[in-house]
Structure formats: structure tokens, C-alpha cells
């Protein structure tokens, strides 16, 4: 890898750590980790849900079993603060690392200059647009999808 690549790879790799959602995720994470109750809940909620995706990545239909096993995962889940505010950190975390992949991906796909041409902070596609790059309207009026978008 080019070092000056990776030297800015490790400078935004610190930033996401130091962000305030790289910071509650970890707070929330270390929480649910410390807490046996919590802990054992999301170690069963983790079994479940494996169990779920394997059984439809299979293409088989969930046993009943299988899906009053996730009800009552969820209602367990639902009741236990640690969980709900490791889940809530954890989607502020992943929306923080969709944010930054889309900037990195408008960057590559429209030729921007991401420091001059981004708007930050809102939709990577939208501050394209905004910045003159972004997806041509096709011949339907819709906008296509953008190339290597996840």
C-alpha cells in the first residue's frame, strides 16, 4: 500500500475512534461485556440470529421454532437498557461508516475532490450531486445506480 494511502487510512482509522459514535459504541459495547446478564443475552441473541441467516441463506423457510426463538430473544432485548443502547450505538456506528464508505465511493466514482467538492455529513450521493458530480438522470428520469455502491 502507498504510504501516504495508509498514513491517511490510519489518520481517518483514529478519527472514527475518537468520533462521539466510535466512542459510545465502545462504551456500550464494554458495558454489555461487563454485565453478565447482558453478556449471556447477547451471546443468545448472536446464536439466534446466526441460526436465522443460515436457515434463509439456505433458501429454507423458518421453522417455527426458530422464529419463537426470535420473539423471544427480541422481547428480552427490547427489556434490557444495556441492549438497547448497545444496538443504538451500534447503528449510529455503522450509519457513521456508510457516511465515510460513501464519501470514499463518490470519491472514486465521480472523480471529486472530496476535501473541496463534499458537503459532509449527509447523503455522499446528494453532496455529489451538490458538488456537480453525482449519476446522470437516465432516459426514465431516475437516477442509476452508482457503480461499486454497497
Not at 14 to 19: E, G, L, Q
Not at 80 to 104: C, R
Request: charged share 25%.
Amino acid at each position: 500500500m502507498d504510504a501516504v494511502i495508509y498514513n491517511k487510512a490510519s489518520d481517518l482509522a483514529a478519527a472514527i475512534a475518537d468520533s462521539k459514535e466510535g466512542i459510545r459504541f465502545r462504551e456500550a459495547e464494554s458495558a454489555v461485556k461487563n454485565d453478565g446478564v447482558a453478556r449471556n443475552l447477547a451471546q443468545r441473541w448472536h446464536r439466534v440470529y446466526h441460526r436465522v441467516n443460515e436457515v434463509l441463506a439456505a433458501g429454507d423457510e423458518l421453522p417455527e421454532a426458530d422464529a419463537r426463538a426470535v420473539e423471544f430473544i427480541e422481547a428480552k432485548v427490547e427489556n434490557h437498557p444495556l441492549m438497547l443502547e448497545y444496538i443504538d450505538a451500534h447503528k449510529a456506528f455503522s450509519e457513521l461508516l456508510s457516511n465515510v464508505d460513501g464519501v470514499l465511493s463518490a470519491a472514486f466514482n465521480f472523480g471529486m475532490d472530496v476535501a473541496e467538492d463534499t458537503v459532509c455529513g449527509g447523503d455522499p450521493a446528494q453532496d455529489a450531486k451538490a458538488a456537480g458530480g453525482g449519476p446522470k438522470e437516465g432516459a426514465n428520469g431516475e437516477a442509476p445506480p452508482a457503480e461499486g455502491a454497497n
